[in-house]
């Protein structure tokens, strides 16, 4: 079998080609010549966890909380997989062996990486052979139910690493500063945001209306009678903008969910829209290092948050006529 | 209580305008004129409606927070939408059922803009307004009663009118329907060129209103009733 593992980690770049027919930031492989986004076949995603106790967290613990944030993802309406645990390893995550491991590793190298996911593809079909999370031993974790301070939950980064396994790239519906030697989260909209919330928070673990409906684009669960699309461009005097982040609020509802341009013309789709008015908002990705969202270069974040002039109105099973968005520069 | 007012009360007109009705038909107004029973008036027009608040929203991500799957929201940015005045067309069929009250059967097309104002953004964005236009559509029936109005003349008489109708609205291209009620109340002046002395000829004229409307449903952003001024001008036939 020709098989090559591609490193989607957390500071990575983690994009191999996404084509602006896709909404959100998707996994990709170049099989042939064309684009295959990285999935789960439909069924089970049977995984391992490692028997391995860090810190006070116990395998049975880690187990627990691994279910829990499989069973947060696997209760997406419409989804065609779930996540199926197949018992302890003495295994370690990043082991080529044809089986999914999560687990503990130590990556003291990875002063700022809590964790990870890997995959290993068949490079003929790009189809997944195996999917490896690790979370970085050199923080302290917790499965308290409420959180602990000092320490991060488990569960929220796994909720997130999860939606890495299951394909899905880093969100950026969220705001940041810096200060203190690195960004501090102000908010976010999306559990595939790449920036995790100081220790001790638990919000990560409910996923938000962005991963939603990310997930069940990527798999196909969106009902054409619930839902819809917005299509467009961005523009900085009049030539396309690459990597802008586009984000659709709805009127009616105040969900958001985004996608970003990602080619050279501009174009942006945003699918998984109930149907219904919506506010886009045009932002450049400054709120976390380029590469948690693109390995490309020419990323242009030299504009100004920009709102579209017209209100887009969505249909179930269709899209918006094309909305160009005039950005300037700051 | 006269016979006749029994009779309009019977027609299920609004206990208010009831009052007034026994007052209009207990002076007939020989200088006044009025309709003619089962005579229907056909009117056709347009008006004016007012600006439509249609709610507020906040737009929400989450802040940051210790302890808690529910932090408290971050917000993104705030949004204020209406329903900006508009021009409509209006048509209307009176069928009067006693010489100073009538069933109204009316419609109204109209095409509105509606605009988001959009304040209050995370990073500072410059307040901006968003727009979309909104086609309108109004289906309903009203009673319409005569008021006394000697001080009008001969050829002019007020009225009050209410009644209730099916809203209709569609977003831009039409991609998107969206229902809801309204309910109305008005008063205005139908002002004879021709006829409305009762006498078996037919009638013209024209008609000036102003109301209110109350909406419910529809193209809206906050639960609740809505409501908006209206005005209308109108040519009428009877025959």
């Given at each position: ?25 998707k996994f990709g492989v170049e099989v042939g010549g064309r684009t295959v986004a990285v999935r789960w076949a439909p069924g089970p995603i ?127 519906i969220g705001e940041t500063e810096l200060g203190g030697g690195g960004r501090r989260v102000l908010s976010s909209g999306a559990v595939m ?67 970003y341009t990602l080619s050279s013309t501009g174009e942006f789709v945003i699918a998984g829209l109930r149907p219904g008015p919506y506010i ?51 | ?239």
């Amino acid at each position: 079998m020709t098989a090559r593992r591609f490193w989607l980690a957390f500071t990575t770049a983690a994009v191999l080609g996404a084509t602006p027919a896709h909404a959100y930031l998707k996994f990709g492989v170049e099989v042939g010549g064309r684009t295959v986004a990285v999935r789960w076949a439909p069924g089970p995603i049977r995984y391992f966890i490692t028997d391995r106790e860090v810190g006070g967290v116990s395998a049975q613990a880690f187990g627990d909380a691994i279910g829990r944030a499989s069973a947060t993802w696997s209760g997406v309406p419409g989804l065609p997989v779930s996540f199926s645990p197949q018992g302890l390893t003495r295994s370690q995550p990043l082991e080529a062996d044809g089986r999914s491991t999560i687990g503990f590793l130590d990556r003291p190298d990875q002063e700022r990486v809590l964790g990870a996911t890997t995959f290993l593809l068949d490079a003929t079909t790009g189809a997944l052979i195996e999917a490896d999370v690790y979370f970085n031993t050199r923080f302290r974790w917790s499965t308290a139910a409420a959180g602990e301070v000092g320490a991060v939950d488990l569960e929220s980064v796994a909720l997130h690493e999860l939606g890495h396994l299951l394909g899905l790239g880093h969100s950026a519906i969220g705001e940041t500063e810096l200060g203190g030697g690195g960004r501090r989260v102000l908010s976010s909209g999306a559990v595939m945001f790449p920036i995790s919330g100081p220790s001790g928070s638990i919000s990560d673990r409910v996923l938000q209306p962005d991963d939603v409906a990310g997930v069940r684009d990527l798999y196909g669960a969106l009902p054409a009678d619930d839902f819809g699309s917005v299509q467009g461009r961005v523009t900085k005097s009049g030539r396309g903008v690459y990597g802008a982040h586009v984000v659709a609020a709805s009127l009616e509802s105040g969900e958001l969910v985004a996608s970003y341009t990602l080619s050279s013309t501009g174009e942006f789709v945003i699918a998984g829209l109930r149907p219904g008015p919506y506010i886009l908002r045009v932002e450049p990705l400054d709120d976390a290092d380029l590469e948690s969202f693109f390995g490309a270069a020419n990323v242009d974040i030299d504009f100004a948050v920009t709102y579209a002039t017209v209100i887009p109105v969505v249909q179930a099973g269709g899209a918006t006529s094309p909305v160009t968005v005039e950005v300037r520069t700051r | 209580m006269t016979p006749r007012v029994s009779r309009v009360a019977t027609a299920g007109v609004l206990a208010l305008t009831l009052t007034t009705a026994a007052a209009a038909d207990a002076q007939p107004g020989a200088e006044s004129p009025t309709f003619r029973p089962w005579h229907p008036l056909v009117s056709i027009g347009g008006g004016i409606v007012g600006s439509e608040a249609l709610g507020n929203r906040t737009i929400e991500t989450r802040s940051v927070a210790v302890g808690t799957t529910t932090p408290p929201p971050f917000t993104l940015f705030r949004t204020e939408s209406t329903l900006d005045r508009g021009g409509r067309g209006e048509a209307v069929i009176a069928v009067p059922v006693t010489r100073t009250l009538s069933i109204d059967l009316f419609g109204t097309a109209g095409r509105r803009t509606m605009t988001t104002a959009i304040s209050g953004d995370a990073e500072g964005a410059p307040s901006t307004d968003a727009t979309q236009q909104v086609s309108e559509y109004l289906a309903g029936a009203r009673a319409s009663l005569l008021l006394p109005g000697r001080w009008l003349g001969r050829r002019a008489r007020p009225f009050a009118t209410a009644g209730g109708a099916y809203l209709r609205q569609l977003h831009d291209e039409n991609v998107l329907v969206e229902t809801g009620q309204a309910w109305m109340a008005g008063a205005g002046v139908h002002w004879w060129l021709r006829g409305g002395g009762g006498r078996p000829a037919p009638s013209l004229g024209l008609t000036a209103e102003l109301g209110w409307q109350w909406r419910s449903g529809g193209i809206a952003f906050d639960d609740g009733v809505r409501g908006l001024p209206t005005a209308s001008l109108r040519v009428f036939a009877g025959f």
